[in-house]
């Protein structure tokens, strides 16, 4: 079956350094990635999503690419601000079965510091 | 833009009781869900609905009811309340390109 692997629970970060965050994936078909955000007290909300054309999708100064040698959508930022504390979640799509269903992984807390 | 509403936003319940948990979304989608949100455990499906009257189950459907009466609405119920169980569940809409809207969530504590 589908699974999404997110290997870090918890990433600490100063303002203005990088960002990248783990997502690696196993699927049966061709999959569709997302990054989900989810700030204190709030909804999740969609950050990114694959492009089945190989674009790389960006929002909010992030970007991710989508690796299919390396079944990867590592999200990435080139410098974190304050506002990015949340907790992300990389899901997967299977375009080739029940393309209804997202499986999410276990999500990477995101703490930026001053 | 559309909303999905959850109530209650909070739900106290006892154990072994049954709770019943709402949800209402104004996209006018088609497809709805039902995820419960543990720390350190993600995201995890318990129901989904592709149309009116259509449920299919989860990976954590056991426990678990649903029903999707109207294309707006789409409930949960606990069937049976565990002890000291906390939890969030969220609700969500989509069409069929998978960009799923989240409601800010129910939060359920069992005593």
């Known amino acids: 079956g589908d699974s999404v692997t997110q290997t870090e629970g918890l990433v600490t970060l100063t303002e203005g350094l990088p960002v990248m965050l783990n997502c690696t994936y196993q699927s049966t078909y061709s999959p569709f990635l997302f990054w989900y955000v989810q700030h204190l007290n709030e909804a999740p909300k969609l950050l990114l999503k694959?492009?089945?054309?190989?674009k790389r999708p960006e929002h909010q100064g992030f970007h991710a690419t989508l690796h299919k040698s390396s079944s990867s959508f590592h999200l990435q930022k080139s410098s974190a601000q304050l506002s990015d504390s949340a907790l992300y979640y990389c899901?997967?799509?299977?375009?080739?079965?029940?393309?209804?269903?997202?499986?999410f992984g276990k999500g990477t807390l995101l703490t930026v510091t001053p | 833009g559309g909303i999905i509403t959850q109530t209650p936003k909070f739900l106290i319940g006892q154990e072994g009781q049954k709770l019943t948990l709402k949800c209402q979304q104004n996209?006018?989608?088609?497809?709805m869900y039902w995820y419960r949100q543990d720390s350190g455990k993600g995201l995890r499906l318990i129901y989904y609905?592709?149309?009116?009257?259509?449920?299919q189950k989860g990976d954590l459907s056991e426990g678990y009811d649903a029903s999707r009466e109207k294309k707006s609405s789409f409930s949960l119920t606990v069937t049976s309340a565990q002890k000291n169980e906390m939890a969030v569940f969220l609700c969500a809409s989509s069409i069929r390109e998978n960009t799923l809207y989240f409601g800010a969530g129910t939060r359920l504590s069992v005593l």
């Open positions: 899901a997967l799509s299977d375009s080739g079965g029940s393309n209804y269903k997202l499986t």
């Open positions: 694959s492009f089945t054309d190989n």
């Open positions: 609905s592709i149309t009116e009257n259509d449920l």
């Open positions: 996209f006018n989608h088609d497809t």
